[in-house]
């Protein structure tokens, strides 16, 4: 009798290469806890902990009262990209050409696409290490070699124009880099970018990929640098940002990308494909953000600075602990070296013993052993609470 047994599912060899985010992961874990009746503070997740601010959600309730429920253009709506450009405008002195922004939901798909456009076998794909997940992961999706741009202490987690440029290579086709950066606060200084963008001019093959995501969240008088303000690359440069930090809209799932003139079809085609354009909706939401007042933006930030200042301080006075001043966005990366823990030992010890949701710098990837990633998006009492939980688990 023949065996009729039917045969194994057999998924494409490349989705084994997709990783994760590990935030998602330990927030799940962190939930289960809860729910078992631990009491949990979460250090893990990076969102904003505000409300996204009532003027914002009366626009997104008003549109679709006003009978938004259809498609839009796969790039956005004209009003809010011409929004798009004018805040460019304003925040940063450049001309932006808003039918070269395209509109996309979230910040990862502009990750995704740059990648699937630029990323093939043989070709290089450099990032920052440790830096946000899903960059190495999509790079390995693509089947393009990942080529980390290490990212150290010392030199406060900026990257050094004369290491990366000394890393390309005729096969080198994207460089991603994040400044205000996830996981460390890192900022690189303007000197280093000017030094990066000058070498660039030797590398004519080679695009950029700038995730500006926490662009206004900066500390301690800081200026954000956009590398829309370097004209001598615009033709070779995409530049990521959106609403989700900025406004505390993350479950809106809204972001933007100004990208060079030859790639805004591709990138427009690789929507139409993916998700046909995003939330009507949710558009006209963010059309608010960018118009309205922009108070919110300043508390929350400044609500983050205060916290910032607390957490730094705190996490340097844990017996193992050196902390740097984290100089943007709203995490803190410690060097735990000294307690003797790996990141990964250290994340899973605090979240069951001492009931502290953190993130292994391992989650950033090689670079970050040793390290730990704690977001202050939370009340300074919960702060607190957590490190002297961790303190007493030591």
């Known amino acids: 009798m023949l065996d009729e047994t039917p045969p194994m599912l057999q998924p494409a060899a490349s989705i084994h290469r997709l990783g994760t985010e590990s935030a998602f992961e330990v927030l799940a874990r962190a939930q289960s806890l809860a729910a078992e009746g631990q009491d949990i503070i979460n250090l893990g997740i990076g969102q904003p902990d505000f409300r996204t601010p009532e ?3 009366e626009a997104g309730i008003k549109a679709l009262r006003d009978g938004h429920h259809g498609y839009t253009p796969a790039n956005g709506i004209p009003a809010l990209r011409q929004a798009v450009a004018a805040d460019l405008e304003k925040r940063h002195g450049v001309a932006v050409d808003p039918d070269h922004v395209v509109v996309q939901p979230g910040g990862k798909p502009t990750m995704f696409f ?3 456009i630029f990323g093939e076998p043989g070709g290089e794909i450099m990032y920052p290490n440790p830096g946000f997940p899903i960059y190495e992961s999509v790079i390995k999706y693509s089947g393009a070699t990942p080529v980390p741009i290490a990212l150290e202490e010392a030199k406060g987690f900026a990257f050094s124009a004369e290491a990366v440029l000394a890393q390309i290579t ?14 460390t606060g890192g900022v690189t200084p303007k000197e280093e970018i000017d030094a990066l963008v000058a070498g660039l001019a030797a590398h004519p093959h080679v695009a950029i990929l700038s995730d500006e995501i926490y662009s206004q969240m900066l500390y301690d008088g800081r200026t954000h640098v956009s590398l829309l303000q370097y004209p001598e690359i615009r033709d070779r440069l995409i530049m990521l940002d959106g609403w989700s930090k900025t406004y505390a809209m993350t479950g809106w799932r809204l972001g933007y990308a100004v990208w060079p003139e030859s790639l805004v079809d591709h990138a427009t085609r690789l929507c139409i494909n993916d998700h046909s354009c995003v939330n009507a909706a949710t558009q006209f939401a963010g059309l608010a953000a960018l118009t309205g007042p922009q108070d919110a933006v300043q508390d929350m930030v400044a ?4 916290r910032r200042r607390i957490i730094v301080s705190e996490l340097n006075q844990i017996a193992g602990f050196r902390c740097a001043d984290a100089a943007g966005a709203f995490y803190a990366f410690p060097n735990i070296e000294g307690t003797g823990l790996t990141a990964r030992e250290a994340q899973d010890r605090f979240l069951t013993e001492a009931g502290v949701a953190t993130i292994a710098g391992t989650s950033f990837g090689v670079w970050g052993e040793g390290y730990l ?5 939370n009340s300074i009492e919960n702060i607190r609470a957590a490190l002297g939980r961790i303190k007493g688990c030591l």
Do not use: G, W
Request: glycine share 0%; no cysteine; charged share 15%.
């Open 55 to 57: 003027h914002i959600v």
């Open 114 to 116: 740059a990648v699937l």
């Open 170 to 183: 005729p096969q080198t086709r994207l460089i991603i880099i994040n400044s205000p950066a996830n996981p």
């Open 303 to 306: 609500a983050f600075d205060e």
């Open 373 to 377: 990633r704690l977001s202050y998006a």
